[in-house]
Structure formats: structure tokens, C-alpha cells
């Protein structure tokens, strides 16, 4: 017996079986660990992004409010303020909740070369603009860590800061060319807080903002005239006929006829199509959508322009969505860069901008005299990328070319299954047709994103076309830490 004890001692020592759950137990916490950091800084990245685009946002409204008559550091908070991810601000974000007063810094900078402007172009003595937000993101995964004895946060700080500068005395007129999606998927319901209604009705809301943030007259036009200085033209796809497309700007307004695509030809001298020749333009270059002509005035509610973006009150609603024709939009690109080209010409100095909204999915039928012919201009082929090449001429001739996209999918554009960029999204194909990176824009909170495209700026619809407005008018990014 006394053997056997011993026997049965020694073996349960040498025993190890087992010896592997303490090493479990602590690869457990290792894992939960690595996992919570992941997922926490994951969210804490993209909380970050957020941040920063409604950092530039804030930044480039108040550049905007320095240049305003009056102009005071308590009328440039305020703007930014309302501009801010801060409660109550245009980019307030769900992923933000408690994102403090944004911290503003005035400068006046005399001797770099990025800073055009002197610094009396502002009522604040100042031509450059700082601003800083932050907030706490609250963690969750590390926190599971807790269990285990270990002090973990339960938030991260996070700060974005962005600077802008004014633009040298705006002293350069745009013509603008605004193309407006007006296919069928633009009648769907957008159901963020940010619109609740049609795409196309939070679209030329959208046109709307830009248009207050424009200088439709010059500043030396007396209160009752207006000598032209920001012009604008609407432009659609799909065609509608010359001889209809006055019923968008009549009130109340109805449907233009659609007609089939028709194709332009690449950099030919401007000739407005009339009768019932297909037409891209609803309205040629105005000047008279401010009811004061002043940047920032309530608009002109007789204004053709403005009763086509739907701010002719009443029952005119603007331009709608007939529909029928599918998406093709290398056509009315090349119409509207030959209309700017003409615009130019007429005003010597002048800057041409073209800035389109789209969902970016070209797979139109209906395109007259179209043929399988691959990446070439009019083929029912690859018409994404006969978008961005239309878009690239563009740019190549001097045109600053923005992309806005609403509801664009990871996946689409399906007929490019040639050429260089065989495969691309409506989102990528938005992205390409940006003259610059910063140009492009993505809506972030349109019920039709859900995150599948994202932008370097993914603002709400109106804050983009603010942006786009202060990059025209009086501001844009420069880098942080100027001094």
C-alpha cells in the first residue's frame, strides 16, 4: 500500500496535463486585449475623419465670414460655430456627441507666399483663420479588459485642426457651370435628418447654398443694378428639347421633353442647341440670383436660375425627375466646358468652374447613334470612363472641375469592361473626374451612402456646396502651423 501511495505521488508530479490552462487564461486577456485596442482605435480613426472634415468645413465658413462686411472675431466664431461638429452645428455626427465649442485663432500673416491677401481685406485685421475641435470617444472593447483587474480608458481624446486663408480680394470672376443629376434614382426618398425628402429636392438645396455663397455682382454695383460677376448655368442629363427646357424655369414649373443622349463634339466653339434640338442647358450664365446682388442675399424668387433650383416659392418646385433615358453624363460634361469656354471669352480674366452631382453610374441605353465601339465618345461602352475623359479635358483646358457624389455605389458602371479602368465604381469614376483630390466630395450622411464612398471631404449635401462656394469666393485650405 505504502509502494503504491508512493507510486501514485511521484506520478502526479510528473504529471502535465493541465499545466496549459494558466497559459490559456492569460492569451485570453492578451487577445481580448489586441482585439479591443483594434476595434477601439478602428472607430477612434474613423471618429477622427469625421472630425476633420468638419474641421476644414468650419475653417473655410469662417475665411468666408472674415471677408463679409462688418466682419468681427464674434461673427467668424459664430460662423464656424455653425459649421462645427459641435451640437447644433451643420456637421454634428452621431459618432460626435460631445464635441466641445470649436477654439478659433485669428492671424495676420505678411510674409508667406500661400497668404496672398493682405491682412486689411478682412473687418478683423487677420487673413488667416485656425481652428482646433476635440472630443472624447467613449471606448468600448478595451474596457472588457476591466474584468480582469486591468485599468483600461473609458474614452479617447481625439483633436482635428484645420487652417484656412483668404482668397487675394476675390478678385477674379467664375463662370460656373452646375450640373444636376436629373435621372430617375434622383426621385427616391432620402431619408437622413439632413434631408427627409426627394434627392433631387436636397440637391437644389444644395445648388441653392452655393448660389448665397457666390458674388452674383460686383462690388462697386450700385444697391438697384448689377454689373455681372459670378455667373452661373444650370445644366441636366438627360436631354431634354430646347424648345421644353424653359419649363424648368417657369413657374409652376413642369417636366421638359426627354430626348436621347446626344454627343456634343469635344472643345467645339459654343452654340446654344434651339426647336427641338436635345439640349443639356436649362439656363444660360445669370447673375440675377440675389434679390439684394450681394453675396449671402436671400435669392431673387423671379430669377430663372432660382426658380429652376426650387426657390421660386410657391408651387414651383424646380427641375424634376422624368427619367427614362438612363445615366450618360460624358455628353452634357463636354457641353457644359464648351458653354464655359464661350463664358470666358465674353469676360477676359475669368475662372471657369464645372461642378457636377451624380450617383456616378453611367449604363444609359438610350444614347443617339450609339454603337459597341469601347472607351470611344458616344459607344454604349465603358461610359464611366468616357465621363472621366470628358472630365479630364476639362481640367486640361483650365477648368476647375468639383465632383460631388449622392447615393454613389462600390459597385456599378456596368458597362466598363474595357479600357483602362475596366471594372471601376461610380464612386472611383466620381473620384477621377475631380480636377484635384480635394475637389471631390461624397455625401456622408445620404440614407443611399451607408459609407461605401467615401471622400476626403464627406459632408452633408449643403455643407459641401458651402465649401465649394468658399474655395470659389474667398477661401481655401493651407497647411497647419503657418506663422
Known sequence: MKTTLTYFVSRLARDERGQVLPWMALMIVLFLGMAGLTLDLGHAYVCYRELQAASDAASLAGAYAMTLPGATAATVQAEVNAFSAAPGGANANPNLPNVGTPQVTLKCITDSPIVPAPCSASGTNANVIQVIEVTPIPTYFIQALQAFGMKTPNSLTIGAESTATLQSGKATQVNVAMVVDTTASMGNQDSDANCNNTRIHCALSGVQTLLQGLSPCTSSSAKGTCTPFDQVSLFTFPNVTANTASNDTTCPSSNPTIVPYTTPTAGANWSAPNGSAGTYQITGYLSDYSSNNQQGGTLNSSSGLSIATGAGGGNCKGMQTPGGDGTYYAGVIYAAQSSLMAAQAAN???????????????????????????????????????????????????????????????????????????????????????????????????????????????????????????????????PNGIS
Open 348 to 478: 477676359p480674366g475669368s475662372q471657369n468652374i464645372l461642378i457636377v452631382l451624380s450617383d456616378g453610374d453611367a449604363n444609359s441605353t438610350r444614347i443617339a447613334n450609339g454603337t459597341h465601339g469601347g472607351n470611344t465618345y458616344g459607344s454604349l461602352d465603358d461610359q464611366c470612363q468616357q465621363a472621366i475623359t470628358a472630365a479630364n479635358f476639362a481640367t486640361n483646358q483650365g477648368t476647375q472641375v468639383y465632383t460631388i457624389a449622392y447615393g454613389a455605389a462600390s459597385s456599378g458602371c456596368s458597362t466598363d469592361k474595357s479600357g483602362p479602368l475596366a471594372g471601376l465604381s461610380p464612386c472611383s469614376a466620381m473620384q477621377n473626374m475631380a480636377s484635384a483630390s480635394a475637389n471631390f466630395y461624397s455625401d456622408a450622411t445620404a440614407s443611399q451612402n451607408q459609407g461605401q464612398c467615401s471622400a476626403n471631404a464627406a459632408l452633408p449635401l449643403n455643407s459641401i456646396f458651402s465649401s465649394i462656394a468658399a474655395k470659389i469666393s474667398s477661401a481655401r485650405l493651407i
